[in-house]
T-cell receptor, first 113, second 113 residues
Framework: QKEVEQNSGPLSVPEGAIASLNCTYSDRGSQSFFWYRQYSGKSPELIMFIYSNGDKEDGRFTAQLNKASQYVSLLIRDSQPSDSATYLCAVNMILMGRRALTFGSGTRLQVQP | DGGITQSPKYLFRKEGQNVTLSCEQNLNHDAMYWYRQDPGQGLRLIYYSQIVNDFQKGDIAEGYSVSREKKESFPLTVTSAQKNPTAFYLC????????????FGPGTRLTVL
């Protein structure tokens, strides 16, 4: 099992719909969780971080965290073609005795006009 | 403008050559990181540094070396011992420890000829 797992996609949604991106992680002791957006050929840019169970909203984005089930999700409301990108989930976890940010492989989102 | 800069944007290396990738930040961050990204994969940690004059190996440090002589700078050398260096290299920084949010530079794309 990968430490941070994401469906590679592509996830295709029509413009204006809600896109739901999911991520599961292996370390039950993880405390901080991040979503990054990466356009093709570019570096990742931070969208949101979440530390506590529940929902955290920022504009059209909502991060949801469920530590008991070890998953974190990102909802994008009113999806736009400009949201088409790869979304990376990152989890701060202990691997090989040290705490480090561990990234999933990313989910590619395509928003159809 | 505050941020992280990486140079060059593109780099070509011949077999047997060492090359150095530059990373500079003016965010006054203590911690800096180097990641490697291969097509369709997540980010893998090469080296990280939490304070000046100290750095630690990440998951894939073999064939790479770093230095941290100044807070602002964290150059990465890809040595001839790295057998498959063609990849996208990303530098990141965070305020302090590994639990903090990491911000990325624009990246350097290295190709071996």
């Amino acid at each position: 099992q990968k430490e941070v797992e994401q469906n590679s996609g592509p996830l295709s949604v029509p413009e204006g719909a809600i896109a739901s991106l999911n991520c599961t992680y292996s370390d039950r002791g993880s405390q901080s969780f991040f979503w990054y957006r990466q356009y093709s050929g570019k570096s990742p840019e931070l969208i949101m971080f979440i530390y506590s169970n529940g929902d955290k909203e920022d504009g059209r984005f909502t991060a949801q965290l469920n530590k008991a089930s070890q998953y974190v999700s990102l909802l994008i409301r009113d999806s736009q073609p400009s949201d088409s990108a790869t979304y990376l989930c990152a989890v701060n976890m202990i691997l090989m005795g040290r705490r480090a940010l561990t990234f999933g492989s990313g989910t590619r989102l395509q928003v159809q006009p | 403008d505050g941020g992280i800069t990486q140079s060059p944007k593109y780099l070509f290396r011949k077999e047997g050559q060492n090359v150095t990738l530059s990373c500079e930040q003016n965010l006054n961050h203590d911690a800096m990181y180097w990641y490697r990204q291969d097509p369709g994969q997540g980010l893998r940690l090469i080296y990280y540094s939490q304070i000046v004059n100290d750095f630690q190996k990440g998951d894939i440090a073999e064939g790479y070396s770093v230095s941290r002589e100044k807070k602002e700078s964290f150059p990465l050398t890809v040595t001839s011992a790295q057998k498959n260096p063609t990849a996208f290299y990303l530098c990141a920084s965070s305020m302090s420890g590994s639990t903090d949010t990491q911000y990325f530079g624009p990246g350097t794309r290295l190709t071996v000829l």
